[in-house]
């Protein structure tokens, strides 16, 4: 059997280990691209994590008494599944109309995606990116676009917050990230930082609204 | 002959030497170097430098150091044994190159060819004795490709020193033939006692002779064909009787390098102008620059 | 991780051939 070599959070490691099923690989949609891509579920958690993969050609693992070809390293880290809810949001506010969310998270494609309606808080997420209506103690949402663009504000300035910690060199020079001088930091502008972070989210949001938030 | 040191580690080279015997380090001295073990396809190769004052040649004759070729194992120990004893006659000086060395050698990306390997071993022996005040007058040497481009070569490496490189020269000049007894014995004895790095459940040292043409050898390669690492570090990677076996019997690898690259054909021009579709949105040059992307199966 | 591709995915006895070393 294929075998794969992943960095997970140490505490996941339990996860798997107090429940059947405890972590679950799903296919669900990637929101920027709108095609397939690997996730991970923490089912105890309730937690969802993204996959990237660092593939390099000409490698191989060797795993205990067996080798495994490819070499893959795949990467867990968590994501806002807010990212995920919007796109179907977004989807559904074309219609105009406030939904119940059971109707709006659908997907024939990718029918995982109802895990996403088991997540904790959800209305506390939801309210960031909605409008919302409360009748005969049911739900109802519409996507808000102001809303929406207000909370990807605030994403971009703690990513920007986040690249400075991390000393991530956004100079325009396409450069590997291995070879700067930290003295380069201070040379970045704050504009590159934000026009980075932007970058960087917008790899979790639809084209259309990526232009929207870099107008906003 | 004691390999210890070469137990110790048999995956690199490893030089042993008589002491210099005083005589030597006054007379004049002829020195004669061969090698062994350079046919087969496992265990080292071994070659060795063997040195007595002019005056001494003819008791070195009388030890009936004939042409090693026709000496039977058991007595070549014996010889050796005695130029052992007889410390203010000879003294000798040997490298075992492993079979390691010579298969990472041969097939490293920097291509370093048996023949040249054999040229600068056989350099660092003479220079060896030199170091070691050795008054080097002669060199008999048995050849080893072309003998006039190595002839020159040597000579020109040491111009105080008249060189002869000849075909045959263990048959000519006793001090090569009590070389090439010295590299038979040490070869022999260093397979005999070799120490498998591999912990071999099946360990059978029923090899054989090790000559690519020897049935014992060759069935022993095949019973000890591993298809993911190849073969124990006995064996000569770079002969082809093992690479043959490795071919038939082991999984494929592909290195960065591997000619496969050069040989992938090269895409038509115009294909670099035709659009592919829709091109997916390339990830942001964080990951990018990291080699990461989505995994999008697994 | 090894820097060439083994076109395999099997049992290797990778304890008795494998010696890491820097």
């Not at chain 1, 910690?165 to 380069?184: C, K, L």
């Not at chain 2, 004795?129 to 050795?134: C, M, N, R, S, T």
């Not at chain 2, 043409?213 to 064996?235: C, I, M, S, Y």
Request: aromatic residues 10%; neutral net charge; charged residues 25%.
């Amino acid at each position: 059997p294929r075998q794969h070599v992943f960095l997970i959070p140490e505490y996941l490691k339990d996860a798997s280990k107090k429940m059947k099923n405890g972590l679950m690989f799903i296919k669900l949609v990637n929101p920027c691209s709108g095609e397939g891509a690997i996730y991970l579920f923490n089912m105890c958690l309730k937690q969802l994590f993204e996959i990237k993969v660092f593939k390099e050609k000409h490698h191989s693992w060797f795993i205990n008494e067996s080798v495994q070809s490819g070499g893959l390293l795949h990467f867990a880290t968590p994501m806002d599944p807010l990212f995920l809810l919007l796109h179907y949001l977004i989807k559904a506010g074309k219609e105009g109309k406030y939904q119940p969310l059971d109707q709006v998270v659908m997907d024939e494609v990718f029918p995982n995606c109802i895990l996403l309606l088991k997540l904790p808080e959800l209305e506390k997420l939801l309210r960031h990116v909605t409008e919302e209506k409360e009748i005969d103690n049911k739900k109802y949402y519409k996507y808000s676009k102001e809303k929406t663009l207000k909370w990807l504000e605030k994403k971009v300035s703690q990513t920007v917050a986040a690249l400075k910690a991390n000393h991530v060199n956004v100079g325009v020079r396409v450069q590997s990230a291995a070879f700067f001088s930290s003295d380069q930091i201070s040379s970045d502008k704050e504009e590159d930082f934000i026009r980075y972070a932007h970058g960087l989210i917008s790899d979790y949001i639809p084209k259309e609204l990526s232009d929207d938030l870099s107008k906003y | 002959m004691d390999l210890s040191e070469l137990e110790k580690d048999n995956t690199g080279r490893s030089r042993l030497s008589s002491p210099v015997p005083a005589v030597c380090r006054e007379e004049p001295c002829v020195l004669g170097v061969d090698e062994a073990g350079r046919g087969p396809v496992l265990g080292p190769m071994v070659y060795a430098i063997c040195y007595c004052p002019e005056s001494r040649l003819a008791d070195l004759e009388a030890l009936k150091v004939a042409d090693s070729k026709t000496l039977s194992e058991s007595e070549r120990d014996r010889l050796f044994a005695k130029m052992e004893e007889d410390q203010d006659l000879v003294g000798w000086a040997l490298d075992v190159l492993s079979p390691n060395l010579i298969s990472t050698s041969m097939l490293g990306r920097v291509k370093y060819n048996l023949n040249s390997l054999s040229h600068d071993t056989a350099t660092g022996l003479i220079q060896y004795a030199l170091d070691q005040g050795v008054k080097v007058t002669q060199v008999f040497v048995d050849t080893v490709g072309l003998p006039e481009m190595y002839q020159k070569r040597l000579q020109q490496r040491f111009p105080e020193i008249t060189v002869t490189v000849k075909a045959k020269a263990d048959a000519l000049y006793p001090v090569v033939s009590a070389a090439s007894i010295c590299a038979k014995v040490a070869r022999d004895q260093a397979v005999k006692s070799w120490q498998f790095v591999e912990k071999l459940q099946d360990l059978d040292a029923d090899y054989g002779s090790g000559y690519p043409n020897d049935p014992k050898t060759k069935a022993w390669l095949r019973r000890h064909v591993e298809p993911v690492f190849g073969f124990p570090q006995l064996v000569r990677f770079s002969w082809r009787t093992a690479q043959a076996i490795l071919e038939k019997e082991a999984e494929g690898v592909t290195w960065e390098d591997s000619a496969t690259e050069e040989q992938e054909g090269h895409r038509r021009i115009t294909s670099y102008f035709q659009s592919e579709g829709p091109r997916a949105r390339a990830p942001h040059r964080y990951f990018q620059e990291r080699g990461l992307e989505s995994a999008t199966a697994l | 991780l090894l820097p060439c591709e083994v076109l395999a995915n099997r049992f290797a006895p990778v304890g008795r051939f494998f010696t890491p070393a820097i």
